[in-house]
T-cell receptor
Framework: LAKTTQPISMDSYEGQEVNITCSHN???????ITWYQQFPSQGPRFIIQ???TKVTNEVASLFIPADRKSSTLSLPRVSLSDTAVYYC????????FGAGTRLTVKP | KAGVTQTPRYLIKTRGQQVTLSCSPI?????VSWYQQTPGQGLQFLFE???????NKGNFPGRFSGRQFSNSRSEMNVSTLELGDSALYLC?????????????FGPGTRLTVL
């Protein structure tokens, strides 16, 4: 499973766009990139998944450059309810979550 | 379709006891994974089961064990409980279609060891 590196924490304000970048230098050819969101005392929830270029859904966008050694989760116009921990995972099989990025959205 | 369910939701035990936690995956899902989450260690992978076979195992002592039944339901057992076993135990299921899969997590079981 490819090792991932992402910031430990980030702060933002309501209405701003938030970009969280994840580095995964040893991503394998067949690996997909998946992001999860976790609120306190709940299980992680799938947000978005991609292989290359850009993926967008009703919640977020995922930008993946051509070399796929990093990816950026973009949350448009965040609200207080987006305060959570965001995890970046690469590959499949046994899932190992890192520490994630703790996003705090302030009013 | 019902989500992943875990029982019980809360549990209080004392040191030295054992505990069994249960997980019912989403209907049709064949893979079940277990995680332990503590404030200090974050979300740590325990083990993964697929078609009643343990496919992957994390770095936990032998006191932690699990199994999966033919209907994909899974149980995990922790024997000789220690204070450090206090945690949120999460179960996740996935479809295993051969394409990149998504894990769906249950609400967790909050275990407190006194």
């Amino acid at each position: 499973l490819a090792k991932t590196t992402q910031p430990i924490s980030m702060d933002s304000y309501e209405g701003q766009e938030v970009n969280i970048t994840c580095s995964h230098n040893n991503i394998a050819t067949n690996d997909y990139i998946t992001w999860y969101q976790q609120f306190p005392s709940q299980g992680p929830r799938f947000i978005i998944q991609g292989y290359k270029t850009k993926v967008t859904n009703e919640v977020a966008s995922l930008f993946i450059p051509a070399d796929r050694k990093s990816s950026t989760l973009s949350l448009p116009r965040v609200s207080l309810s987006d305060t959570a921990v965001y995890y970046c995972l690469v590959g499949e099989g046994a899932m190992r979550f890192g520490a994630g990025t703790r996003l705090t959205v302030k009013p | 379709k019902a989500g992943v369910t875990q029982t019980p939701r809360y549990l209080i035990k004392t040191r030295g006891q054992q505990v069994t936690l249960s997980c019912s995956p989403i209907s049709g899902h064949r893979s079940v994974s277990w995680y332990q989450q503590t404030p200090g260690q974050g979300l740590q992978f325990l083990f993964e089961y697929f078609s009643e076979t343990q496919r992957n195992k994390g770095n936990f002592p032998g006191r932690f064990s699990g199994r999966q039944f033919s209907n994909s339901r899974s149980e995990m057992n922790v024997s000789t409980l220690e204070l450090g076993d206090s945690a949120l135990y999460l179960c996740a299921s996935s479809l295993e279609t051969g394409v990149p899969d998504t894990q769906y997590f249950g609400p967790g079981t909050r275990l407190t060891v006194l």
